[in-house]
């Protein structure tokens, strides 16, 4: 494998060492624009928040599947795959997907247990996406409840210059070495398409569609066909199957300085779980007859977004109004497998455990004064959550548990731009709750241009994020255990600071090189966790834990022609203080480094295109709790390469385009790891599943 590696890095040299044309694209290049943080859309260089952005150039050229695949490129951004719900949220920071706040358009979006957190990534799909916007940092003053260690912000397109843009694409991918277009085969198996009509100078009109297929991976295991009796084999999967659908329709409407949208989003996902454990049952009918069944499950998920979006003017105030109503449900059955005859002899009614409706509204006015020195924006927020989640869901006591949660917040901020060089925004919010104390969080950013391509940024900023279902309402009792929730939890505080510089210069023969260092700290108190009250084994959720990071980073990125090269590094930092009766965890930093590397290329006279995607991800170090009687020990987590490389093709003056290529050359699959906890009822695995190993992959995409 490393003669392969080494055969594909050499490649990508000798083709980065040639690059000698120039791209025509550059000489009308559009300065980058972000929304994610700002009054109004804003240049990136002039944005007062440090954004990363991941543009469409840059998702096509990875031939992701799915926002996870793409921010799983990010550098301190690391997606966890749970794989048995199927579910992959983002970790920021060393903090999991309920602390990092997941919009669309700027709105957030609809999840099991609330509005914006906790997402799962893999149920959004990239057909339509413009650009991704990552913003670091606790972002409590413009996006509430959440936003502890970040907001990700997916923004769609709206636009075509075109009267009619057509778009269609097919992807097949292997799944480690398993590939074939057979039901019930192998593989992953992802179709798209997308319509952009301009109807008139104002009106412009957009449907997509989307499908992605993956069959599963069986791993270790044997599939859902297996019934053998060895104790050592097990029947199912190691990464479960899962089939999603998804569509949406855009109608917008510009004029002057006047335009809205409105936006209907549908996802269907089915997943499929197969129980290891297989039942042999005698028939007892003389003849030494016998049934081989399992007791499976499948899950299905309905999602619905509606967004509404206007902004316009009332005389020289500015108006941006966001309005949503969203709603998922998720729903499974549970039923009996024959194995052998491959039939179903009985199954369950289908039921509801996750399911949520919810009433969003953000608005903001701004350029009250209509002056360029100073100026302030007004907003508001409101979030009505109406929802319940049933038994298998967690572990609570009943059929289900239902709550509604209503939380209105105003904000306000300034931004003072001193002089040409200097600008200062301090903001705070107050969110008022119907189910919670009120909650205060502030904010103070500036922005130094330190030259005429150079910038200093410094943030400052707190959120809050509320507890979940599980955390409020788990009753688990039974003669091994005593899990409880608890309704009377305080929202945890997060408080983070961040210092922010960049740097960009043209140097000779066309080079353009831009470099940035940063540092942000991160502080988390009120920390939720389940502890344990009283020995053997009674365990319930309680704010007693702090949460301190602390990360530094760099990247350095070169242009020149046709050639695109960038070198990223960071260092991360934890402190958890943890407590389990008169336990209580050491709280000295564990350092976590990152790599990472990306290149892209493209010869001029035939257009072929190279992408090469690095990222090192070093050993992991946390302390778990080891018995009662011993307390803490550092745990270990195991460190891995991840590299994926694409060559593309296009065809018939661009409108046709052929990629192939390899991801997850290292063929990472799963961690070893003495770092992993156990919960009140489960043992601490000693491997964490990240990802099914190297895959292969052909796209064709058509266009006109």
């Known amino acids: 494998m490393k003669k392969k590696v080494l055969s594909v890095l050499s490649l990508s040299i000798a ?40 543009d469409a150039q840059q998702i096509k050229n ?30 920021i920071m060393g903090l999991d997907g309920n602390y990092v706040k997941i919009l669309i358009d700027n709105i957030p979006v609809v999840g099991d247990t609330g509005l914006g957190s906790n997402i799962d990534l893999t149920k959004l799909s990239l057909n339509n996406v413009e650009r991704i916007e990552i913003v670091k940092g606790s972002m409590g003053v413009e996006y509430g409840n959440g936003a502890v260690a970040g907001v990700i912000n997916i923004i769609t397109r709206k636009t075509n210059v075109k009267k009619v843009a057509v778009k269609a694409s097919l992807q097949e991918e292997t799944v480690r070495n398993n590939y074939d277009l057979k039901k019930k085969g192998n593989g992953r198996h992802i179709q798209n398409f997308n319509v952009d009509y301009n109807i008139d100078n104002n009106w412009f009109a957009n449907v997509s569609f989307n499908h992605n297929q993956f069959m599963g991976y069986e791993g270790d295991s044997r599939g859902y066909k297996y019934f053998g009796t060895d104790p050592g084999i097990k029947r199912g999967y190691e990464w479960n199957p899962k089939d999603q659908y998804d569509a949406s329709a855009l109608l917008r409407y510009t004029k002057n300085k006047t335009s809205f949208y409105y936006k209907l989003s549908y996802l269907n996902e089915k997943f499929n779980f197969y129980n290891p454990e297989t039942n042999r049952i005698p028939l007892n009918d003389g003849l030494g007859g016998v049934v081989y069944q399992s007791r499976d499950r499948e899950y299905n998920t309905n999602r619905w977004i509606h967004q509404f979006n206007i902004q316009t003017n009332f005389g020289d105030i500015r108006y941006t109004g966001d309005f949503s109503y969203q709603t998922q449900d998720r729903k499974y059955f549970d039923y009996n497998y024959d194995i052998p005859n491959r039939t179903v002899t009985s199954k369950d009614e289908k039921r509801s455990y996750y399911q949520t409706d919810i009433i969003y509204s953000r608005g903001m006015f701004s350029n009250f004064l ?13 979030d009505y959550t109406n929802g319940q989640a049933a038994l298998i869901a ?3 006591f009943g059929d289900s548990v239902k709550r509604n949660i209503f939380t209105y917040s105003n904000f306000i901020s300034g931004e003072w731009n001193i002089s040409d060089q200097f600008s200062l925004r301090p903001g705070a919010r ?42 409020l309402f788990t009753f688990f009792v039974n003669i091994n255990h005593d899990v409880q929730g608890n309704p009377d939890l305080n929202p945890e505080k997060g408080f983070s600071a961040g210092l922010f510089w960049d740097q960009n210069f043209s140097a000779g023969n ?8 940063n540092a942000l700290y991160l502080d988390v108190q009120d920390r939720i966790e389940m502890v344990m009250v009283k020995r053997p084994s009674t365990y319930k959720y309680m704010n007693l834990n702090t949460y301190r990071n602390m990360l530094l980073s760099a990247n350095i990125d070169f242009k020149k022609d046709q050639l695109a090269f960038s070198l990223r590094g960071s260092v991360n930092g934890t402190s ?15 350092y976590l ?41 550092l745990g270990k987590t195991e460190g891995f390469h991840m590299m994926d490389f694409i060559v593309s093709q296009p065809f018939w003056k661009d409108h046709m385009e052929v990629s192939a290529g390899v991801k997850n050359i290292f063929d990472v699959t799963s961690l070893n790891s003495t770092a992993n906890a156990g919960s009140a009822h489960t043992a601490g695995a000693d491997r964490i599943n990240l990802y099914y190993g190297r895959s292969y992959f052909a796209r064709l995409i058509y266009q006109f």
């Not at 066309?510 to 260092?517: D, L, P, Q, S, V």
């Open 394 to 396: 967690g572990q609570f």
């Open 576 to 590: 958890v203080s943890l407590n389990e009766l008169e336990h209580t965890s050491p709280t000295d930093f564990q």
């Open 593 to 633: 480094v990152q790599a990472g590397a990306s290149a892209n290329y493209k010869l001029k006279n035939i257009g072929t295109g190279f992408s090469l995607y690095y990222k090192y991800t070093g050993p992991g170090r946390n302390y778990v709790l080891e018995n009662d009687t011993e307390g803490f020990r």
């Open 430 to 471: 107050l969110s008022v709750s119907d189910m919670f104390d009120n909650q205060f969080n502030y904010s103070l950013s500036a922005r130094l241009k330190t030259s005429e391509n150079s910038n200093l940024r410094a943030v400052a900023g707190t959120a809050n994020r509320f507890p979940t279902y599980d955390e």
């Open 62 to 91: 990875m031939a992701a599947t799915n926002v996870a695949d793409v921010l799983n490129q990010s550098l301190n951004i690391q997606i966890t795959p749970d794989t048995r719900s199927g579910n992959s949220t983002a970790n």
């Open 510 to 517: 066309n080079w353009k090189i831009a470099y940035g260092a």
């Open 15 to 54: 083709f980065w060492m040639n690059a000698q044309e120039k791209d025509s694209l550059n000489k009308h290049k559009i300065e980058e624009v972000v929304i994610t943080g700002q009054y109004t859309q804003q240049s990136i260089n002039k944005s007062i928040y440090k954004v990363d952005v991941i």
């Open 370 to 382: 209509n002056n360029k020195t100073f100026d302030f924006q007004l907003g508001y927020e409101l």
